[in-house]
T-cell receptor, first 111, second 116 residues
Framework: SQQGEEDPQALSIQEGENATMNCSYK?????LQWYRQNSGRGLVHLIL?????REKHSGRLRVTLDTSKKSSSLLITASRAADTASYFC???????????FGAGTRLFVKA | DAGITQSPRHKVTETGTPVTLRCHQT?????MYWYRQDPGHGLRLIHY???????DKGEVSDGYSVSRSKTEDFLLTLESATSSQTSVYFC???????????????FGPGTRLTVL
């Protein structure tokens, strides 16, 4: 079974609005990462948050991590049509090399 | 894109034939991964490598084998292709910080494989 599960599966918003995606996982993690995938392309790393961190920012991205609830959220502020893509959370388990990806959230930003 | 290439980019083959996909990196990263991506499943890890000749299985390794004879090349072989192996295959690489925290992965452009 997959480690990370994103919610919602799909999200449609207007340009300028904020988009929030959530990720839940099941076991202890070393870190959690968010990736973006444009249609027909490989994944691109957005941000990494370590298990001892609670919040991290990068430009219009804000990621939070709650290890007690085994959950994370990705907030994209002031969304743009170019943010239209699929977003995946991925977890690296404690002591492991492997990164486990969730099924992703498809974000559609309408101009 | 990071220095990762995959070949071929597209392939159509018939059930029962062997297929080899190649991943080549110019970053000298230690870790390399093969994933498959299918609708509704996200990315699933097939095999990974933590050094030359050091490989291990992922969550969906049945029917696949890998080899890494050089740092820069990681080969994925479908020993006898089946229709269930029709998918998009991604190679990825990563480097460790050495502190026990693992860095982000960089992905190749993908190979679309169709098994008829």
């Amino acid at each position: 079974s997959q480690q990370g599960e994103e919610d919602p599966q799909a999200l449609s918003i207007q340009e300028g609005e904020n988009a929030t995606m959530n990720c839940s996982y099941k076991t202890s993690i070393n870190n959690l990462q968010w990736y973006r995938q444009n249609s027909g392309r490989g994944l691109v790393h957005l941000i990494l948050i370590r298990s001892n961190e609670r919040e991290k920012h990068s430009g219009r991205l804000r990621v939070t991590l709650d290890t007690s609830k085994k959950s994370s959220s990705l907030l994209i502020t002031a969304s743009r049509a170019a943010d239209t893509a699929s977003y995946f959370c991925a977890t690296v388990n404690t002591g492991g090399f492997k990164t486990i990806f969730g099924a992703g959230t498809r974000l559609f930003v309408k101009a | 894109d990071a220095g990762i290439t995959q070949s071929p980019r597209h392939k159509v083959t018939e059930t029962g034939t062997p297929v080899t996909l190649r991943c080549h990196q110019t970053e000298n990263h230690r870790y390399m991964y093969w994933y498959r991506q299918d609708p509704g499943h996200g990315l699933r890890l097939i095999h990974y490598s933590y050094g030359v000749k050091d490989t291990d299985k992922g969550e969906v390794s049945d029917g696949y084998s890998v080899s890494r004879s050089k740092t820069e090349d990681f080969l994925l072989t479908l020993e006898s292709a089946t229709s269930s192996q029709t998918s998009v295959y991604f190679c990825a690489i990563s480097a460790s910080t050495g502190e026990g925290f693992y860095n982000e992965q960089f992905f190749g452009p993908g190979t679309r494989l169709t098994v008829l």
